[in-house]
């Protein structure tokens, strides 16, 4: 499995933007399509966007769409979330994971778990 350490997350204002940070080790990150999850307090974990393992392809929860961009870098082995007009609805522990079967939005689905980062969004 690839270990994964998230980074990034912090207190912002509605309508600022924050990008978060995904280092992996162990195994060879281009093998796999990532994604980022947020876990509200009280709220199941949700999935809010993917990247296939070139990056040519993404996929987003549509409360996120337009708002924020899922990317990566594989010579640097991090995968990136750039946030933008924040909403206190987005405020959550992110967390990103990696997978082998890209297109999937279950948690299951994903073998490796970063630790999470939180993100607070203030009206």
């Known amino acids: 499995q690839v270990q994964l350490v998230e980074s990034g997350g912090g207190l912002v204002q509605a309508g600022g933007s924050l990008r978060l940070s995904c280092a992996a080790s162990?195994?060879?990150?281009?093998?796999?399509?990532m994604g980022w999850f947020r876990q509200a307090p009280g709220k199941e974990r949700e999935f809010v966007a993917a990247?296939?393992?070139?990056?040519?392809?993404?996929m987003y929860v549509d409360s996120v769409k337009g708002r924020f961009t899922i990317s990566r870098d594989n010579t640097k082995n991090t995968v990136y979330l750039q946030m933008n007009s924040l909403k206190p609805e987005d405020t959550a522990v992110y967390y990103c994971?990696?997978?082998?079967?890209?297109?999937?939005?279950?948690?299951?689905?994903?073998?490796?778990w970063g630790q999470g980062t939180q993100v607070t969004v203030s009206s």
């Open positions: 994971a990696a997978t082998m079967a890209y297109g999937s939005k279950r948690h299951a689905s994903y073998a490796s």
């Open positions: 990247i296939n393992w070139s990056g040519s392809s993404t």
């Open positions: 162990g195994r060879t990150f281009s093998n796999y399509a």
